[in-house]
């Protein structure tokens, strides 16, 4: 069994954690080797960003053993960066993940707790000199989708979450099982002004 687990904190930003559980959990739908947890530090219920609700399957202290974990960004970042127990438990966790990855400001997280510190990593758009003058990342890339540095994946704002998850099962899965998890998300995104032709 693969274990994803998807971190959660009073004010992350929904589609940063919503838009990969979509993903995962749709792959779990088509294997019953996957599965997909959600995690904040006290369990119990979280408020998201905009102000969605959200019951936790664990706090970190009965978590199971995670493969793959998820680190959302969104404004609770600005407080969790600080969170001595939360960033050691992300920093002890990813030592037995096979892949360690975040949306939009989780790489902050990731970096302050240490699995992304001196690597390449990116973020939102507008978040981007924040990241950078924490001074904790090799390098914060702006302008591009999501980035790997050995086994961290990071993604810029909200939406980009999708497209980095969707890679990793590609990774982890082949291709075509991405694809097919995509084809079922029916994710083929025209955004209204940009599709416009």
């Known amino acids: 069994m693969t274990t994803f687990g998807i971190l959660f904190f009073d004010g992350t930003e929904e589609l940063d954690a919503v838009g990969p559980w979509e993903v995962f959990t749709m792959a779990s739908k088509q294997r019953d ?3 997909v ?11 998201c960003n905009k102000g969605m609700r959200i019951i936790m399957d664990h ?11 998820l680190v959302p960004g969104g404004s609770g970042t600005r407080t969790e960066v600080n969170n001595t127990a939360l960033l050691s438990w992300i920093a002890e966790v990813s030592k037995d993940c096979k892949w360690v990855t975040s949306v939009c400001t ?3 997280l990731l970096a302050e707790a240490g699995p992304a510190a001196g690597k390449r990593i990116t973020t939102h758009w507008a ?3 924040m990241v950078r003058d924490r001074g904790k990342a090799g390098e914060v890339l702006d302008d591009v989708r999501y980035v790997r540095d050995g086994n961290v994946v990071s993604s810029a704002g909200v939406s980009a979450g999708i497209d980095m998850t969707l890679w990793l099962i590609g990774e982890m899965y082949g291709p075509n099982f991405a694809r097919s998890v995509q084809r079922n998300m029916e994710y083929d995104p025209a955004p209204p002004y940009a599709g416009d032709v």
């Not at 947890?37 to 408020?47: N, P, Q």
């Not at 706090?59 to 974990?69: G, S």
């Open 33 to 35: 080797d996957i599965s």
């Open 37 to 47: 947890v959600s995690i904040s530090e006290h369990g119990g219920t979280v408020t």
């Open 59 to 69: 706090a970190i202290t009965d978590a199971p053993k995670l493969d793959v974990i």
């Open 106 to 108: 989780g790489s902050m």
């Open 127 to 129: 978040a981007v000199d």
